[in-house]
């Protein structure tokens, strides 16, 4: 079945630091993944979808790339800043369309 | 735009009692879902509803029990409180169709279960 991996629970970085989240997935379907990010205390919103293999997509300074070869989507920025210290999920779109399959989640930890 | 409501925000529960969550949306959107959201375990689906009237089980559906009343609303039902249970169960809504197949979710608040 369909099933999508983040490899890291926890990463804690500095301000300014780049960083990059892992995502890898599994599918018989066509793949079509998005970021979402939660916020403490708050309700999870999309941060980006993906498009065509090997095009990146930007939002708010994240970007992320589908490779389609590695089965892969991370989730990249150059210099991060304390307000993204968040909870990231990887959710891969179901087979049916109509529901979606999320990783486990990776929290980030900006320090000063 | 829209929003989606949970009620209640809080809910404190008795082993083996049956409890009661709802979620309320207004941008009428066809589909919508319930997730169990556990502290490293990610999102885990429950149940999901395609349109009115429709139910569909997730990956932890057992345990729970689900109803689509109206377009706009969607309830879930825990049959049996487990003591100790604590977990955030969070709605969410899409459209659905053609281009509901690449459409993002858009979740409420959470209700917040604490079982004594």
């Known amino acids: 079945g369909d099933s999508v991996t983040q490899t890291e629970g926890l990463v804690t970085l500095t301000k300014g630091l780049p960083v990059m989240l892992n995502c890898t997935y599994q599918t018989t379907y066509s793949p079509f993944l998005f970021w979402y990010v939660q916020h403490l205390n708050e309700a999870p919103k999309l941060l980006l979808k993906?498009?065509?293999?090997?095009k990146r997509t930007e939002h708010q300074g994240f970007y992320a790339t589908l490779h389609k070869s590695s089965s892969s989507f991370h989730l990249q920025k150059s210099s991060v800043q304390l307000s993204d210290s968040a909870l990231y999920f990887c959710a891969l779109r179901g087979g049916s369309g109509t529901y979606q399959r999320f990783g486990t989640g990776t929290k980030l930890q900006v320090v000063p | 735009g829209g929003i989606i409501t949970q009620t209640p925000k809080f809910l404190i529960g008795q082993e083996g009692q049956k409890l009661t969550l709802k979620c309320q949306q207004n941008f009428n959107h066809d589909t919508m879902y319930w997730y169990r959201q556990d502290s490293g375990k990610g999102l885990r689906l429950i149940y999901y509803s395609i349109t009115e009237n429709d139910l569909q089980k997730g990956d932890l559906s057992e345990g729970y029990d689900a109803s689509r009343e109206k377009k706009s609303s969607f309830s879930l039902t825990v049959t049996s409180a487990q003591k100790n249970e604590m977990a955030v169960f969070l709605c969410?809504?899409?459209?659905?169709?053609?281009?509901?197949?690449?459409?993002?979710?858009?979740f409420g608040p959470g209700t917040r279960l604490t079982v004594l």
């Open positions: 969410a809504s899409s459209i659905v169709g053609t281009g509901g197949i690449y459409a993002e979710q858009f």
């Open positions: 993906s498009s065509t293999d090997n």
